[in-house]
């Protein structure tokens, strides 16, 4: 995608812990994004199948809904990396 390895912040990998939202709009997008993943893998017939990296790319550049408007993630990504260096 061309982003700086910092481009969502600081990442440790051992620092990586799964947990519960309590956010109603995360848990919609999360839905939404499984709901396209298990479309995809029905339509190349099985997980095994499936290209992981461009469902990877496809579901980066889908459209969700932040603050009332459909944006793409990539989009934001790229926003934010311009405010942050400009």
Same mark, same amino acid.
Do not use: C, F, H
């Given at each position: 995608? %061309?982003?700086?390895?910092? +481009?969502?912040?600081?990442?440790?990998?051992n620092e990586v812990r799964l947990?519960?939202?309590a956010s109603r709009h995360v848990l919609g997008?999360?839905?939404?994004? +499984?709901?396209?993943? %298990?479309w995809h893998v029905d339509q190349v017939g %099985?997980?095994?199948n499936i290209d992981v990296d461009g469902l990877n790319r496809h579901l980066r550049r889908s459209l969700h809904t932040?603050?009332?408007?459909?944006?793409?993630?990539l989009e934001l990504v790229h926003e934010g990396l311009q405010r942050r260096d400009p």
């Open positions: 995608e %061309g982003l700086p390895s910092d +481009a969502l912040g600081r990442l440790e990998p947990a519960k939202t997008v999360m839905n939404q994004m +499984a709901l396209e993943i %298990g %099985g997980l095994w932040k603050d009332g408007d459909y944006r793409v993630p």
